[in-house]
């Protein structure tokens, strides 16, 4: 498994931007299809943004699509979040998490290193 950690999480308001960081280490990171999570209280987790292990595809929820971009860098082995026009909604603490297989899942269980998780709440 991969040991991750989220950055980059704050306080702001409706319309700002916010980059999210995920630090990886202890395995073989371009091997990893990786994800974005996101869970606010009282909901479930919820699929936000993933990553193919080249990079070179990408996948979104309805909800963040033309908002919300993932990229990688696996010479850093990171990859990013970068959100854009952050809504009330958006509001939760996100989650990288990363799994072996290829192929997208929009499901938590389908992933099997997950980072603590960094909250993003954003203000009206």
């Not at 395995?27 to 869970?39: D, L």
């Not at 033309?66 to 603490?93: H, P, Q």
Request: glycine letters at 12%.
């Amino acid at each position: 498994q991969l040991q991750l950690v989220e950055s980059g999480g704050g306080l702001v308001q409706a319309g700002d931007s916010l980059t999210l960081s995920c630090a990886a280490s202890g395995r073989t990171f371009s091997g990893y299809h990786m994800g974005w999570f996101r869970q606010a209280p009282g909901k479930e987790r919820e699929f936000v943004a993933s990553i193919s292990q080249s990079g070179g595809i990408t996948y979104y929820a309805d909800s963040v699509k033309g908002r919300f971009t993932i990229s990688r860098d696996n010479a850093r082995n990171t990859v990013n979040l970068r959100m854009n026009n952050l809504k009330r909604e958006d509001t939760a603490v996100y989650y990288c998490a990363g799994k072996t297989r290829y192929g997208n899942s929009r499901y938590p269980a389908d992933f099997d290193s997950w980072g603590q998780g960094t909250q993003v709440t954003v203000s009206s």
